[in-house]
């Protein structure tokens, strides 16, 4: 029994089946039957921290399917029992690059592609594919609109997979929206990758994606773009991430401007408008557009430490709490 035993797929990312030997690997895709290993005990396993299946005797789960003599593994998501569309079995096998069979609708994939999934459709039996499992699969998820954040992609690989989509006739505009899980989930590395997520979804032309993710642009340094950024980008999307740069800090110049109002009375020597300025000039000059509204509030009040009237001291708050309430709502996304 131990050529029944899996054997680990280090390059896949998430969980998988392995087959054993001598099962015809289409004979379930038309009639969706799961046969019987007389009483093997199946190996139904996902990735452990050490790398290796974690394995079970669950008889009810048995993916076994192979080609010829060599072993194959099957996806977790897309094998013949997964009832992707109820009552209506898959009807064609792809096989990635290091040996992972999906079971996928033919219809699915003609549906939304404008060229046979990449001329793959016009073959017969199971179907070479270039790319490996885990950029399949996140193809196929999109495709089917399911889940795929539990594989725990790298940001990498999520990218791989949508730069690849145009190959397969499948346009990333269409099947990358904020309805779908596919946008959440790129929007998620937005934190951690937030140029490149700004890249790649300017590259596509994924412009509510784009516009989400250069909310975390604003400390990105522009003199750091290369030029192989800016090609990527595209001009369109180059310029505004620019301009939001440019216009937040015009905005923040222009809010600064209102001063306080002057005591005017007599005996009065405070001089609000003249801290009002010093501070203004020393915020301007060191001007960002991430700069947040506590920090703008507590640049200014460095400076209204001289004012020692209390009417003049409160005209000062008043007009500064109202500068922060109007940066705040200045756009923060192209």
Same mark, same amino acid.
């Given at each position: ?39 093997? /005990? ?189 090609? /990527? ?14 216009? /937040? ?23 609000p408008q003249r801290a009002w300025a010093l501070a203004a000039a ?53």
């Amino acid at each position: 029994m131990d050529d029944l035993h899996p054997r680990p797929l280090s390059s896949l990312e998430g969980s998988f089946f392995e087959a054993v030997p001598g099962i015809d690997p289409m004979a379930d895709v038309s009639s969706n039957v799961i046969p019987d290993i007389m009483s093997s /005990r199946i190996m139904v396993g996902s990735v452990g921290e050490d790398g290796q299946p974690v394995t079970t005797g669950d008889f009810a789960n048995k993916q076994v399917l192979a080609e010829s003599s060599d072993i194959s593994s099957v996806s977790t998501a897309f094998h013949p029992g997964a009832h992707l569309i109820p009552s209506v079995p898959p009807d064609i096998v792809l096989k990635t690059s290091d040996a992972v069979l999906f079971y996928v609708h033919r219809s699915v994939l003609a549906h939304v592609s404008n060229n046979a999934f990449g001329t793959l459709l016009s073959m017969a039996g199971i179907i070479p594919v270039e790319d490996d499992s885990n950029i399949l699969n996140i193809i196929l998820h999109a495709l089917y609109d399911i889940p795929s954040a539990s594989y725990n992609p790298s940001f990498e690989t999520l990218v791989c997979a949508v730069d690849r989509l145009p190959l397969y006739g499948l346009a990333p505009h269409v099947l990358i929206t904020p309805d779908n899980h596919l946008f959440h989930l790129l929007y998620s590395h937005a934190p951690h990758h937030p140029i490149e997520a700004y890249m790649l979804a300017a590259h596509h032309h994924l412009d509510e994606l784009a516009v989400l993710v250069s909310g975390h642009l604003l400390s990105f340094k522009l003199d750091s773009l290369t030029d192989e950024m800016a090609v /990527r980008m595209g001009a369109r999307y180059l310029k505004r991430l620019f301009l939001l740069h440019l216009n /937040r800090m015009q905005r923040l110049k222009e809010i600064l401007i209102v001063q306080p109002p002057a005591h005017g009375a007599a005996g009065c020597k405070a001089d609000p408008q003249r801290a009002w300025a010093l501070a203004a000039a020393s915020v301007v000059n060191d001007v960002r557009p991430d700069m947040s509204p506590p920090l703008l509030v507590a640049s200014m009040r460095r400076y209204a430490g001289e004012i020692t009237c209390g009417l003049c001291r409160a005209n000062f708050e008043q007009t500064l709490s109202t500068a922060a309430a109007h940066w705040a709502h200045v756009t923060a996304t192209i």
